[in-house]
């Protein structure tokens, strides 16, 4: 998953099971998707197929990142439409942010702002203190 990390076993390699837990204290999760037969790029003068694809989802604080791997092959643009992107009914259309209580309460520590705000300036940055400080700081 991640270079130098894992895979070196006894040269100080880290197993999977602890990299997510250390990612997952860290707020970071990450999920791989089971069953993903292909995943195509398409860019305006090629597609890439990546079939046998493995596909890992990584969010951290609301931002997903994915991770693809597998057999790459091009091929010239196809000028036919995929279809509509479907998105999935259960998947709200805006990522939740999980703000945990311990950033809540530094950035109401740091700014003397109430919790109330100080967690409302974090959902508007995206979970990211050092702006929602700046932001709180600036009133």
Avoid: C, W
């Amino acid at each position: 998953m991640f270079p130098g990390l894992g895979g070196l076993s006894g040269r100080g390699g880290m197993s999977p099971r602890k990299m997510k837990g250390m990612l997952k204290s860290m707020g970071i999760d990450i999920e791989e998707l089971e069953g993903v037969k292909e995943v195509l790029i398409r860019m305006p003068e090629k597609d890439i197929v990546i079939s046998n694809a493995q596909v890992a989802i990584m969010d951290a604080h609301g931002v997903r990142s994915f991770q693809i791997s597998g057999d790459v092959s091009e091929r010239a643009a196809s000028s036919d439409s995929v279809g509509p992107v479907v998105q999935d009914e259960a998947a709200p259309a805006e990522p939740v942010l999980d703000i945990p209580d311990s950033d809540i309460e530094l950035v109401a520590a740091q700014t003397g702002a109430k919790a109330e705000d100080a967690k409302a300036a974090l959902i508007e940055a995206k979970g990211d203190l050092a702006v929602a400080i700046m932001k709180l700081s600036s009133k």
